[in-house]
């Protein structure tokens, strides 16, 4: 199975500074067909996960371009710029290049 | 809209069966592969199975292998989850999505 590692997990920010949140692969997310089959969720307390990034860096239908998605490989990280009140939660890494798809342990994001 | 209900979620004894239901709403159902992510108390989420469009090609987490069947009725826009040899360790929100879009999830508790 691809193991994901999250890193750190939890993180405290002042509202407007940049967070950043890395997620490692054991194996490379790449495929042939060139996409990197790797997602970002963030669940917020009490509710389901909700997309945010697809396939590396593809922000998902209304989500705000404060967040932002990069990496390669078997290395990536989601930056949240401008961080708001409202992006509290805990953020998910996802990756469905091999099955079993697995998630990362998750970074729970608190504001100061 | 785009909703997807899950219903079916109950408390069982160790070794009963259930099955979980999600109706979707709100775009194309039978284009889509669909899946079933399970959320144990404090935990991150967990795939647990997925199925092809036409309901041909399932996969399963070996953990539930044998004992839950994923199945799907495109005429009535909707996912199955069929339980059985329910063990503690199932206990969980179970949630139907496409990963796109998430349900707001079952309850299954398993307990003497």
């Known amino acids: 199975d691809i193991v994901l590692t999250q890193t750190p997990p939890s993180l405290s920010v002042t509202p407007g500074q940049t967070a950043s949140i890395s997620c490692k692969s054991s194996?490379?997310?790449?495929?042939?067909?060139?996409?990197?089959?790797l997602y970002w969720f963030l669940q917020k307390p009490g509710q389901p996960p909700q997309l945010l990034i697809y396939e590396l860096f593809n922000r998902f239908s209304g989500v705000p371009d404060r967040f932002s998605g990069s990496g390669s490989g078997t290395d990536f990280t989601l930056k949240i710029s401008r961080v708001e009140a409202d992006d509290v939660g805990t953020y998910y890494c996802?990756?469905?290049?091999?099955?079993?798809?697995?998630f990362g342990g998750g970074t729970k994001v608190e504001i100061k | 809209e785009i909703q997807l209900v899950e219903s079916g979620g109950a408390v069982v004894q160790p070794g009963g069966s259930l099955r979980l239901s999600c109706t979707v709403s709100g775009f194309t159902f039978s284009e889509y592969w669909m899946s079933w992510v399970r959320q144990a108390p404090g935990k991150g989420p967990e795939w647990v199975a997925n199925i092809n469009q036409d309901g041909t090609t399932k996969y399963y987490l070996d953990s539930v292998e044998g004992r839950f069947t994923i199945s799907r009725d495109n005429t009535k826009n909707s996912l199955y989850l069929q339980m059985t040899s329910l063990r503690v360790e199932d206990t969980a929100k179970y949630y139907c999505?496409?990963?796109?879009?998430w349900g707001q999830g079952a309850q299954v508790t398993v307990s003497s």
């Open positions: 194996q490379s997310l790449l495929r042939s067909d060139g996409k990197t089959h």
């Open positions: 996802m990756q469905s290049m091999q099955l079993p798809i697995t």
């Open positions: 999505t496409d990963f796109d879009f």
